[in-house]
């Protein structure tokens, strides 16, 4: 009786250890295809801009571009190119360096008011040539919060880029303001929105809705990725509500800083 227990305890033993392989296995596949995904998402990203710029250097190369007018378009269109790829780069090596956490912040208590409003500055003129009114609501005092300036800025220069570049004629409101614990900054656009299947997938990195669409705006489908990211290592949280046809509204939400603590 005494072998046939142990026998029936090694047959379990064994049944257990093979599920185990079954899904440490399935779990290696599924990390080499998250691998794969990414070289390939890499690759096409890599190899659009640079065929882009072949074709343009042949044609200057085999002398078919004759009018100056013609030639100084194609330059620009190569430099223009080449920001795309410095900034997948730099992208890329953010994106890495989150997901590894090996990126280092400089925090000190900030004012986002101050942020939003030099983000604002930059993005002004852009956002009018397409016809789109930047709006600014902000209480007079606001807590700060202890948060890396620059990151701060990366992050509502990729919201603001993305509310202009999804919106035509319409305006975008950024607001901030303090609600409990939290500091939350709001970009709300009256742009094309999001629907709520592509919600779920926006975070995403590569991800675009409906590429065809996408191609002329030239995204690289990193910049929520990397939003998102950065927004958690400041232990905030990054929303999104939106309505296809009438906008999108994206809030982070980080932690207020504590006024007691701040002296202590
Ligand atoms: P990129 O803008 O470089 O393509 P993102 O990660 O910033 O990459 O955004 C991913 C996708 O999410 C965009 O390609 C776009 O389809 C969608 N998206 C982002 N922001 C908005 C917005 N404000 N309105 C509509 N769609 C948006």
């Known amino acids: 009786v005494d072998t046939a227990d142990e026998i029936g305890d090694l047959a379990q033993t064994i049944n257990t250890l093979a599920g185990r392989l ?8 599924h990390l080499e295809q998250v691998r794969n995904d990414f070289l390939a998402n890499v690759s096409h990203e890599l190899r659009t801009p640079l065929t882009a710029m072949q074709g343009f250097l042949e044609a200057l190369q085999d002398g078919l571009v004759e009018e100056e007018e013609a030639r100084q378009k194609y330059y620009a269109v190569m430099y223009s190119e080449t920001l795309h790829i410095t900034r997948l780069v730099d992208d890329l090596m953010d994106l890495m360096k989150l997901e590894n956490n090996e990126l280092a912040l400089a925090k000190f208590p900030i ?22 009114e930047i709006l600014v609501e902000m209480p007079e005092k606001l807590p700060k919060v202890y948060a890396d300036k ?36 709001s970009v709300a656009d009256s742009g094309v929105g999001i629907s709520a299947d592509d919600q779920e997938r926006i975070w995403e990195r590569f991800f675009k809705v ?50 007691e603590r701040m002296i202590s």
């Open 22 to 29: 079954e899904r440490v296995e399935q779990e290696r596949h």
């Open 150 to 185: 620059d990151r701060i800025a990366q992050i509502m220069k990729n919201l603001v880029k993305n509310a202009i570049k999804f919106t035509d004629e319409g305006t975008i409101r950024l607001s901030a303001r303090s609600e409990a614990e939290w500091v939350e900054i």
């Open 111 to 132: 004012d986002v008011g101050g942020v939003i409003d030099k983000v604002v500055l930059a993005f002004r003129p852009e956002a009018e040539e397409k016809g789109v």
């Open 210 to 259: 409906d590429r065809g669409r996408s191609k002329k705006n030239k995204g690289t489908g990193l910049g929520l990725a990397i939003v998102k990211e950065l927004v958690e290592l400041h232990d905030g949280e990054v929303t999104l509500t939106s309505e296809p046809g009438k906008g999108s509204t994206f809030s982070v939400r980080l932690p207020a800083m504590d006024c």
